[in-house]
């Protein structure tokens, strides 16, 4: 994947930043999911579909690298990892719920 060098404009714009952190193809999806309560990747796959597991684990870990997902690994046979929102995920919760009620007036 290539790496676009950031202007200082979007290095210190937050709604640029605000943005990168959800732009991905499966990242708002994630985030849904999280929010009802799922945590495993096997359960984002079944719940998504579509999305390519390798994709799928890119994109986690760069929500975890953002600071809007905690991953737990566990020491277990066969291994087990689940994800939590953080503080800012579940703002980031908040904030999707109004942005879908203000998708729902695009309709009328």
Same mark, same amino acid.
């Given at each position: 994947m290539e790496?676009?060098?950031?202007?200082?404009?979007?290095?210190?714009?937050?709604?640029?930043?605000?943005?990168?952190?959800?732009? &991905?193809? #499966?990242?708002?999806?994630?985030? #849904?999911?999280? &929010?009802?309560?799922?945590?495993?990747?096997?359960?984002?796959?079944?719940?998504?579909?579509?999305?390519?597991?390798?994709v799928?684990?890119?994109?986690?870990? @760069?929500?975890v690298?953002? &600071?809007?997902?905690?991953?737990?690994?566990?020491?277990?046979l066969?291994?087990?990892? @689940?994800?939590?929102?953080?503080?800012? &995920?579940?703002?980031?919760?908040?904030?999707? #719920? @109004?942005?879908? @009620? #203000?998708?729902?007036?695009?309709?009328?």
């Amino acid at each position: 994947m290539e790496t676009k060098e950031l202007t200082t404009e979007e290095k210190n714009c937050p709604l640029e930043k605000a943005v990168r952190a959800i732009s &991905g193809k #499966w990242k708002i999806a994630i985030i #849904w999911q999280i &929010g009802k309560g799922e945590k495993r990747p096997s359960e984002f796959l079944r719940s998504i579909g579509k999305a390519d597991r390798r994709v799928l684990s890119q994109q986690l870990s @760069e929500m975890v690298t953002d &600071g809007l997902l905690i991953k737990t690994a566990y020491n277990e046979l066969p291994p087990r990892v @689940e994800y939590t929102l953080t503080p800012k &995920g579940e703002n980031l919760v908040k904030i999707l #719920w @109004e942005l879908n @009620e #203000w998708g729902k007036q695009l309709h009328d």
